[in-house]
């Protein structure tokens, strides 16, 4: 009943999508032209298939009638209403709603330009401070953050160097061993259901692994479960290369780690093991199914977040697990890396993109020449910083933030220093803006000193 009341909402919801993208329109903020293939493409897969148009059942329907299909003991004839009930929604108000927005985009597209940063548009770049403001909770500059960026893809350029050293590389040339990464397929499973079904147990073998070692590291552990799995076909195009979603409050429904499967090429298999600590454990299932679990917290600390919190511990989280002795594969250690000056670019291109006037083609060659991720997570990762401004500098801002609260602690408490209870101070106070963060910890590093001079 709750699933069919939601469908019947998705006609108020397009309009109010639509309201917004009016408003916008007549501030003159209009996407960049590349985006709306990719937006209508996804709208038409969510109003084709039964009960419109199409093989087979559309995403919607598909998903409904799995989870009706599960209530053994519902009546059939309530359940045969309640299918027909979701059947009258999806064709009178969700396709409707559908339809409405992309006629609108379709005018919209035709005034389009291919201008991608926010630094055309009206107050781009008071917009775009702001931006990384609140994505970072720091004041630093654009230009700071671009420095920043720089600096740290020379220091894992040079720890990646060590790494090719030690599998024998023939030389230090990094952009030819990142083009050997690239291409040659010991480091990809096979484009078929079946390499796609191995992926996934890898994935959760490495997760499995990591939460029998959880208690070296931490005091709290969550309560909610984890599973992996892939992208659904009707978005995998035009999603990112995995992404996390969070378990339901009482922990009835798991937190889910979805990995994006469309192309094996982009999902290489030495990166498995980072990607895997990011979305999963000890990275955003621990932070977000702790936080939910907070008891006496509000609500907007136990289901709020800002990237530079959130992302900045699943970025830490896939450094934390080599000190207890896993990455063993070199191959592996050097996925971490990849992991971590994918995060270091981002620094440089988004700033590139939105303040430096970078062109996306610009941004494109610096990702390609500087990670070693394949051509086409390249390309969807610069279309998503083009249209998400700021959003991707808080991952390494954050993690930059969090080891230096670990070191500064380390250095203040010597022998008293205990790495569970520093991840206790991180994460049992739900995301915090990171200034926030810090105070927390300094309040902690002063209660353990007071405990020792007693």
């Known amino acids: 009943e709750a699933y069919v009341s939601r469908l019947n909402g998705i006609g108020t919801l397009m309009n109010q999508v639509l309201e917004n993208l009016r408003i916008r329109d007549s501030l003159g903020i209009i996407?960049?032209?590349?985006?709306?293939?990719?937006?209508?493409?996804?709208?038409?897969n969510v109003i084709t298939g039964y009960p419109f148009a199409g093989n087979g059942n559309c995403p919607l329907f598909e998903d409904f009638s799995k989870k009706l299909s599960s209530l053994k003991s519902l009546d059939p004839g309530r359940k045969s209403r309640l299918q027909q009930e979701a059947v009258v929604a999806l064709q009178q108000v969700v396709k409707p709603g559908y339809e409405r927005l992309m006629t609108f985009l379709k005018e919209q597209e035709q005034r389009a330009s291919d201008e991608d940063g926010a630094w055309r548009f009206?107050?781009?770049?008071?917009?775009?401070?702001?931006?990384?403001?609140?994505?970072?909770?720091?004041?630093?500059?654009?230009?700071?953050?671009?420095?920043?960026?720089?600096?740290e893809v020379k220091r894992i350029h040079d720890e990646m160097r060590v790494i090719?050293?030690?599998?024998?590389?023939?030389?230090?040339?990094?952009?030819?061993?990142f083009a050997y990464l690239r291409e040659d397929p010991r480091f990809y499973f096979p484009d078929t259901k079946e390499g796609k079904e191995s992926y996934r147990r890898l994935a959760t073998a490495i997760i499995d692994t990591m939460r029998d070692r959880l208690d070296e590291l931490f005091v709290t552990k969550p309560k909610a479960a984890i599973v992996v799995k892939p992208v659904e076909p009707f978005r995998e195009q035009s999603t990112g290369g995995a992404f996390y979603e969070d378990p339901s409050?009482?922990?009835?429904?798991?937190?889910?780690?979805?990995?994006?499967?469309?192309?094996?090429?982009?999902?290489?298999?030495y990166q498995a093991e980072a990607l895997a600590y990011h979305e999963g454990i000890p990275g955003h299932h621990m932070q977000i199914a702790i936080a939910q679990e907070l008891k006496g917290v509000p609500k907007f600390r136990r289901h709020g977040g800002n990237v530079a919190y959130v992302e900045g511990w699943a970025l830490y989280s896939e450094l934390l697990p080599k000190e207890i002795g896993f990455y063993k594969d070199p191959y592996s250690d050097f996925g971490r890396l990849a992991n971590e000056v994918f995060r270091a670019a981002r620094l440089v291109v988004d700033v590139g993109i939105h303040h430096k006037k970078w062109t996306r083609a610009q941004a494109f060659e610096y990702f390609l020449k500087n990670t070693p991720n394949p051509e086409g997570d390249c390309r969807k990762e610069i279309d998503r910083y083009i249209v998400w401004p700021g959003q991707a500098t808080?991952?390494?801002?954050?993690?930059?933030?969090?080891?230096?609260?670990?070191?500064?602690?380390?250095?203040?408490?010597?022998?008293?220093?205990?790495l569970r209870e520093?991840?206790?101070?991180?994460?049992?106070?739900?995301?915090?803006?990171?200034?926030?963060?810090?105070?927390?910890?300094?309040?902690w590093i002063e209660k353990k000193k007071s405990l020792v001079k007693k």
């Not at 996407?31 to 038409?44: G, H, Q, S």
């Not at 090719?164 to 061993?177: L, P, T």
């Not at 930059?400 to 008293?416: D, V, Y």
């Open 31 to 44: 996407p960049p032209r590349f985006v709306y293939p990719l937006v209508l493409n996804d709208c038409r």
């Open 122 to 151: 009206p107050q781009g770049g008071d917009y775009y401070r702001f931006a990384l403001e609140q994505t970072t909770t720091t004041k630093l500059t654009p230009d700071q953050i671009f420095d920043t960026g720089l600096r």
């Open 164 to 177: 090719m050293k030690q599998v024998n590389w023939r030389d230090q040339n990094i952009s030819a061993f």
């Open 249 to 269: 409050e009482d922990g009835s429904r798991p937190g889910t780690y979805y990995i994006n499967l469309y192309n094996m090429k982009d999902q290489p298999i």
């Open 394 to 418: 808080g991952y390494m801002i954050g993690m930059l933030r969090i080891l230096e609260l670990r070191a500064m602690a380390q250095k203040e408490l010597g022998p008293n220093f205990d």
């Open 422 to 443: 520093f991840h206790d101070v991180i994460l049992t106070n739900g995301p915090l803006p990171l200034n926030i963060l810090g105070e927390q910890v300094r309040v």
